[in-house]
């Protein structure tokens, strides 16, 4: 005699409860700006029989609860999961409250102003003002000033930290310019640059000890106090010394990713700069016609300014062309090892 099946046992089925417990659980060990579908939800093997009706009850109590929070993606429902502390702050906020702090827990790191809250929400100015005030008064949010609309009052979350577009990075200091903090950095950016860019010759080899005569060199020796200058060169050199050209070829000169790492390791800044900061105070540089980008652009080079010189004399812009400041113009005479006729730094120069 066959013996007859029991029907199952509905105690052996989870509860509503346990399979909410379940998929928060799930969804709250991934990150929390992740967004879940359906399918995704389904494929944690959760819910029993991947019913979607029990998905569904189960996806409702959590937004009820507000651990879920419903969204839309491609025209189809998702969620994202939210942490439990806020979703206690938004049931002890009212509806208008709530609604208003959702709009600026969006807002992220980028803040949103009052104006935008107001047209996106529709409530009255007084009611909005109201929910802005006991959101801050519970430490919810926080207003921050944008340097780029300094006028208009934006609100975050008061946990966060404003992005570097809305403080404007290290060179505002509560949103104004530290013009003293942004001349420091470009001026020792300046000074770096330079030490890369041009090669200071001691006296001997410039003919700056006028007093003692002109000191004639080989073209060998000539080379030789040059590659030993550029090994023994500081970071960093003031334009009050003579400044002659690198020789062609000349790869040295600095790149962004170099200057920005000799600023952070010099102890200048408060903050590690970033390349992105760096280049806009390049840009300034430039702009300004201290720096030049060469190589592609990828690197820098100091221009070498119209100063004073030490015989009286005011510089002009033939200070730049290659004879006068050819690191071996004492050489250069008539039938010497360098001449008019056969020189090739000036070819070389062209060539670079």
């Not at 509860?15 to 389904?42: G, P, V």
């Not at 000033?145 to 570097?164: C, D, G, I, R, W």
């Not at 002109?214 to 200058?229: F, G, I, N, P, W």
């Amino acid at each position: 005699m066959a013996s007859a099946s029991l029907p199952p046992d509905p105690s052996s089925n989870p509860t509503t409860k346990e399979l909410t417990n379940a998929l928060y659980a799930q969804c709250a060990s991934h990150d929390s700006s992740k967004i879940f579908t359906q399918s995704e939800l389904l494929s944690f093997s959760i819910i029993p029989q991947n019913d979607p009706s029990t998905l569904h009850a189960v996806t409702t109590a959590l937004t009820s609860s507000g651990l879920f929070k419903l969204m839309s993606k491609d025209g189809k429902a998702c969620w994202r999961c939210v942490k439990k502390e806020d979703a206690a702050k938004y049931k002890s906020l009212s509806p208008e409250e709530a609604l208003v702090y959702s709009y600026i827990e969006s807002s992220a790191r980028e803040g949103i102003w009052t104006r935008t809250i107001r047209m996106r929400t529709n409530l009255h100015q007084t009611v909005m003002t109201r929910c802005l005030k006991t959101l801050e008064s519970k430490n919810y949010i926080k207003s921050v000033k944008n340097v780029k609309f300094p006028q208009k009052k934006t609100y975050m979350l008061a946990h966060l930290q404003p992005s570097e577009d809305v403080t404007g990075g290290p060179f505002y200091t509560d949103g104004v310019l530290d013009e003293e903090f942004v001349h420091h950095m470009a001026k020792w950016s300046e000074r770096y640059i330079v030490g890369r860019s041009w090669w200071f010759p001691p006296p001997t080899a410039a003919g700056e000890d006028k007093g003692k005569g002109k000191v004639k060199l080989s073209k060998e020796q000539a080379e030789d106090l040059r590659s030993k200058e550029l090994a023994d060169r500081d970071i960093g050199r003031d334009r009050s010394r003579i400044m002659l050209p690198m020789p062609p070829g000349y790869t040295g000169y600095p790149t962004v990713p170099e200057i920005t790492k000799a600023v952070n390791a010099s102890g200048l800044s408060g903050v590690m700069m970033k390349e992105a900061e760096m280049r806009q105070l390049l840009d300034v540089l430039c702009w300004d016609g201290r720096l030049l980008k060469i190589i592609d652009g990828e690197r820098y080079k100091a221009v070498r300014q119209v100063i004073e010189e030490e015989s009286g004399g005011a510089g002009s812009g033939s200070t730049e062309a290659p004879c006068r400041r050819c690191p071996v113009f004492d050489l250069c005479e008539e039938g010497g090892p360098v001449n008019a006729s056969n020189c090739e730094y000036f070819q070389d120069w062209l060539a670079c």
